[in-house]
């Protein structure tokens, strides 16, 4: 029987290696934004495709079913395949990697978020507070040793928003907003670098605590309406400075 112990640094070197399906997934899309292979055009066949990824025809095919699984590329068989226009047809996963490129993302996609979860966030902040008062006032006193910072913020932010979804009772709530982590997380630190926004969620987060004390959801989802209102507007303004 052999043993070994295995260097955990060598271990995480293997963690990290990419698979070729991976590395041609990523390629594609890259492909995509910078209009190589622009919206509603048809991908070379499958052939030229695998040799300009540099990859196998199996491996291609995997690629571009996790492509269609996102809504990257539309595949039928015995014909071309496309390039789905991905703002219109994408799914969570196209917004997790466009997080990725910021560059692609168009002027008003973080309003457009924002307003997103302006519709989500009083509905899941009332039934919290209606739910599980208790728990949401012992989550909400980490905020008195939270550092200001715009990652802690970030962090922090997403998790009082995920426990909220969890604390409501609505499990669709907290799989919408799993879609969103990725995204969210990369995005919110530019927010959270402007040091009026982190005040600004310090506010929040105090009032919404006073709401969990009441045992009160309708003040809550007053609270939260207009802060995710102000949220949006807020945001403007830094757009506009």
Do not use: C
């Not at 990523?26 to 209009?35: E, P």
């Not at 209606?130 to 008195?144: M, S, T």
């Amino acid at each position: 029987m052999t043993t070994y112990q295995l260097n955990p640094d060598l271990a995480q070197t293997w963690q990290n290696i990419r698979k070729p399906a991976e590395i041609a997934e990523t390629r594609i899309i890259q492909a995509i934004l910078d209009n190589t292979f622009p919206i509603n055009s048809h991908l070379p066949g499958e052939r030229e495709l695998a040799e300009f990824l540099g990859v196998t025809r199996p491996t291609l095919r995997e690629t571009l079913q996790r492509l269609e699984r996102d809504g990257w590329v539309e595949i039928h068989h015995g014909k071309p395949t496309r390039v789905r226009d991905y703002w219109k047809e994408g799914s969570l996963g196209v917004l997790n990697t466009l997080a990725r490129h910021p560059n692609h993302l168009p002027e008003n996609f973080i309003p457009d978020l924002l307003t997103v979860r302006l519709a989500m966030a009083p509905t899941y902040s009332a039934m919290a507070v209606e739910n599980a008062p208790e728990k949401l006032i012992l989550r909400l006193e980490d905020r008195l040793t939270l550092d200001d910072q715009p990652q802690a913020f970030a962090q922090f932010d997403w998790h009082i928003h995920h426990d909220l979804s969890i604390l409501s009772g609505n499990s669709v709530f907290v799989m919408i907003l799993n879609g969103f982590k990725e995204l969210y997380l990369h995005l919110a630190p530019f927010y959270f670098s402007i040091a009026a926004a982190r005040q600004h969620s310090l506010h929040f987060y105090h009032d919404l605590l006073d709401a969990a004390i009441k045992r009160d959801p309708n003040q809550a989802r007053i609270l939260t309406d207009m802060v995710m209102r102000e949220s949006i507007i807020f945001w403007q303004q830094i757009k506009l400075a």
